[in-house]
């Protein structure tokens, strides 16, 4: 059973958006080939938002992308399949504060980026 850390680590470093956390709790519950069009549509979303979904948990070793742009739930490793689980459960119990870690870890950047903007007075 992982940690708390492990947990929130693999939280905030696997998903880049509660749409990606969203898109594999999907495809893991109904396990079968998903359609990027059915995806869409199941979530409610935008081509784009599913595309890099897609693309950030393939990279991610949490989903399987096939040639034809179908996905299907497939954790690289039983340590992932444990970790999903256990964020599914999270999520189940106090998703707030599971969209909170995935909002931080997002915006750290953001923030770092607009920081670079940031105008001093020398």
Do not use: N
């Not at 040639?67 to 189940?92: C, F, H, I, K, Q």
């Amino acid at each position: 059973m992982a940690s708390r850390d492990e947990l929130s680590r693999f939280i905030r470093s696997s998903f880049r958006s509660v749409w990606s956390l969203e898109l594999l709790l999907l495809v893991k519950r109904d396990s079968r080939r998903w359609t990027h069009a059915e995806v869409v549509s199941a979530l409610r979303g935008s081509d784009l938002v599913v595309s890099q979904s897609v693309e950030w948990l393939s990279a991610a070793g949490l989903v399987i992308e096939e040639d034809d742009g179908a996905v299907a739930y497939g954790p690289v490793s039983d340590d992932l399949a444990a970790l999903v689980e256990a964020t599914e459960a999270l999520y189940a119990r106090r998703p707030d504060a599971v969209r909170r870690m995935i909002v931080a870890a997002s915006t750290g950047g953001l923030a770092a980026f607009a920081d670079a903007f940031r105008l001093r007075k020398d």
